[in-house]
Each structure stands twice: as structure tokens, then as C-alpha cells.
Nanobody, 123 residues
Framework: QVQLVESGGGLVQAGDSLRLSCAAS????????MGWFRQAPGKEREFVAA????????YYADSMKGRFTISRDNAKNTVYLQMSSLKPEDTAVYRC????????????????WGQGTQVTVSS
């Protein structure tokens, strides 16, 4: 079965950087658009970034542009989220997700989800 496993979360201070990883198995990774979403306590799930199959097209939520970078390594079946200049408001559970065909920022359009990794940014 399909599995997406995130790692790399933790407790950091404001201004720090962090790199999240999501290792995929059970699917032809290079055929999937990969996305990152986050959900903070008491808030709705929020689109962060997405990357197309070959990694040559990326998409970001406006508030993440310039601070977050999504990338993928199809040889390792892994997608990454490099986060810099972290702010306390970036505190959330970050989850990766996979979908076929076209890019989307809509969570309901993604077929597979990981369990998530907690990122906590202290001020």
C-alpha cells in the first residue's frame, strides 16, 4: 500500500531553518504531484507548496514564497520542504500528500497523505 512518511520536524527558534522530508513508497513516485500542507491548532489545513513530477514546476502559498522551498528526488522517492526564517506562526503539523496529474492547492484533491511531523517555532 501507499505510504508517505514525514520526518525532520522539531522545536526551533524564530529565525531558524528546518528541512522536512517525506519518503514515499507503494506508488510510482515520479508520476505524482507532491504537496505540503500544514495545520495549526484550531485552524484549518493550509496549503504550503507543491511540486510537479519532474520537479521543474513549483507552487507556493503567498505567505511562504521566499522562505520555503520545495524540491524532490525521484531516485529516492522523497520530497523535501526547506524552511527558513521560521516564525512562531509557522508552528503546525506539516503533512505531505500525493496526487496524480495536475497541480492543486486543494487538499481534497490529494489521494494519499502522510501522518505529519510537528514543527514548533518558539519566539
Amino acid at each position: 500500500q501507499v505510504q508517505l512518511v514525514e520526518s525532520g520536524g522539531g522545536l526551533v527558534q524564530a529565525g531558524d531553518s528546518l528541512r522536512l522530508s517525506c519518503a514515499a513508497s507503494g506508488l510510482t513516485f515520479s508520476m505524482y504531484v507532491m504537496g505540503w500542507f500544514r495545520q495549526a491548532p484550531g485552524k484549518e489545513r493550509e496549503f504550503v507548496a507543491a511540486i510537479k513530477w519532474a520537479g521543474n514546476s513549483t507552487y507556493y502559498a503567498d505567505s511562504m514564497k521566499g522562505r520555503f522551498t520545495i524540491s524532490r528526488d525521484n531516485a529516492k522517492n522523497t520530497v523535501y520542504l526547506q524552511m527558513s526564517s521560521l516564525k512562531p506562526e509557522d508552528t503546525a503539523v506539516y503533512r505531505c500528500a500525493a496526487k496524480r496529474f495536475w497541480y492543486s492547492s486543494r487538499a481534497y484533491e490529494y489521494d494519499y497523505w502522510g501522518q505529519g511531523t510537528q514543527v514548533t517555532v518558539s519566539s
